[in-house]
């Protein structure tokens, strides 16, 4: 497969596209509804509530801090980890304006 041509893309479409692919695997999914869900920093509790084991919960949270989804800071020894609500808000807006209502009643499709 080849490199994505992302010169033929507005910057917009390619934003979005990198944004859907650091949330493109459930296990980040999860993790981004456990810090929604708990609506605070999260330090280490990841492992219990997923399941899955440490170092593959560490290398999806990589992902999305280096997407800049999540936030974490170090407390001790420990990582600890929130939603950065400034990207949320972005990652809502542009998503949001994607899939607006658009009425799809009609006859307009084959």
């Known amino acids: 497969?080849?490199?994505?041509?992302?010169?033929?893309?507005?910057?917009?479409?390619n934003e979005m596209a990198l944004m859907a692919k650091a949330i493109a695997h459930p296990a980040r999914i999860a993790i981004l509804?456990?810090?929604?869900?708990?609506?605070?920093c999260v330090c280490g509790d990841?492992?219990?509530?997923?399941g899955l084991a440490q170092a593959t919960i560490s290398q999806h949270l990589k992902e999305l801090k280096n997407a800049g989804i999540i936030q974490g800071t170090v407390e001790g020894a420990r990582v600890c980890y929130c939603i950065d609500p400034n990207v949320w808000n972005e990652y809502q807006t542009l998503f949001n304006n994607f899939f607006r209502r658009v009425d799809l009643s009609g006859d307009a499709c084959c």
């Open 46 to 50: 990841l492992v219990d509530e997923l």
């Open 33 to 40: 509804q456990h810090l929604v869900a708990k609506n605070a």
């Open 1 to 13: 497969m080849g490199a994505t041509r992302t010169e033929l893309f507005t910057k917009a479409q």
